[in-house]
């Protein structure tokens, strides 16, 4: 069983449309992570949300934590074809110091 | 600066070899976790080391696998008498020790296939 389940699992959308991705879970995390991979190569960090109800923004890209800490959100805005990948949610326990558990990801398609 | 590093990128290992993973933290990280990747699933964690210690090997096979980080040199994991339900991805991470080890940087990947 998942943790973290992620949906949708796959995405297929047209330059310029705006996109959400949600992690959910029924655990309470210390923190959560966003990261993007491309085939062939490892998971690139893209944010960390610690905080219940933070928002945090990277250029085209909303990140929400829940207040309950239990799931998160990433919301692209104007999607290019450069998004194209696959979008992991992980997070963390705290009890668990160094392990973190990681939803099966977003396979997200950007088609000019 | 460099990223983390691991080496090989592609591993061929015919049933019942020993396989020989290695991975360099980033610069000044000196924690390291080992992850695997199976086709269709998502990562799961194998294992978290500092220098000259295991941390947590929870996630870890108890038989044919096991992992270091030497004082000098990379971290390896190891696997021996290899079946063809090893064949995946496997990545290493590392943090460095000044901040919480959930912000973690991964490598490229060694993608171990088994014949």
């Known amino acids: 069983t998942q943790l973290l389940e992620q949906s949708p699992q796959f995405l297929s959308i047209q330059e310029g449309e705006n996109l959400t991705v949600y992690c959910n879970s029924s655990s309470v995390f210390s923190s959560l992570q966003w990261y993007r991979q491309e085939p062939g190569e490892g998971p690139v960090l893209l944010v960390t949300?610690?905080?219940?109800?933070e928002v945090k923004k990277l250029k085209r890209l909303t990140f929400q934590f829940g207040d309950a800490r239990k799931d998160s959100s990433l919301h692209i805005t104007a999607a290019q074809p450069g998004d194209t990948g696959l979008y992991l949610c992980?997070?963390?326990?705290?009890?668990?110091?160094?392990?973190?558990?990681f939803g099966r990801g977003t396979q997200l398609t950007v088609w000019p | 600066n460099a990223g983390v590093m691991q080496n090989p990128r592609h591993l061929v290992r015919r049933r019942g070899q020993e396989a020989r993973l290695r991975c360099s933290p980033m610069k000044g990280h000196s924690h390291v976790y080992w992850y695997r990747q199976l086709p269709e699933e998502g990562l799961k964690f194998m294992v978290y080391?500092?220098?000259?210690?295991?941390?947590?090997e929870s996630g870890m096979p108890k038989e044919r696998f096991s992992a270091e980080f030497p004082k000098e040199g990379p971290s390896i994991l190891r696997i021996q008498q290899v079946v063809r339900g090893d064949s995946a991805a496997y990545f290493c991470a590392s943090s460095p020790p000044s901040v919480p080890s959930y912000e973690q940087y991964f490598g490229p990947g060694t993608r171990l296939t088994v014949t």
């Open positions: 949300v610690v905080t219940g109800g």
């Open positions: 992980a997070g963390d326990r705290g009890s668990t110091l160094g392990r973190l558990y």
């Open positions: 080391l500092q220098k000259e210690n295991i941390i947590d």
